[in-house]
């Protein structure tokens, strides 16, 4: 199975990014989706999950309601809305899927807010 993550950049404090994580070579709609990132120095964070129906979803206290995680499973694809980013948002994010024992990791996307 692969991930593979986009839609990272450069933006603006208070701007707005969505990021994208195309699956493939596993069943998608098994799979638990989450994002984490992990900003230089500091440790891989959780910052959302959705279950695999698409109708459950969390959020880490830094970034609720500023983000929005949702899944397409016909497109095998997850999304991760960001507004009203900050500086802090600043981080390689992952896009993980996880069924079990079974556990897959995107190479990530740079996220990067400063003006």
């Known amino acids: 199975g692969q991930l593979v993550e986009s839609g990272g950049g450069l933006v603006q404090p208070g701007g707005s990014l969505r990021l994208f994580c195309a699956a493939s070579?596993?069943?998608?709609?098994?799979?638990?989706m989450r994002w984490y990132r992990q900003a230089p120095g500091k440790e891989r964070e959780w910052v959302a999950a959705?279950?695999?129906?698409?109708?459950?979803?969390n959020y880490s206290d830094s970034v609720k309601g500023r983000f929005t995680i949702s899944r397409d499973n016909a497109k095998n694809s997850v999304s991760l809305q960001m507004n009203s980013l900050k500086p802090e948002d600043t981080a390689l994010y992952y896009c993980?899927?996880?069924?079990?024992?079974?556990?897959?990791w995107g190479q990530g996307t740079q996220v990067t807010v400063s003006s």
């Open positions: 959705i279950n695999t129906g698409g109708g459950i979803t």
């Open positions: 070579g596993f069943r998608f709609s098994m799979y638990v």
């Open positions: 993980n899927a996880i069924y079990g024992v079974s556990n897959y």
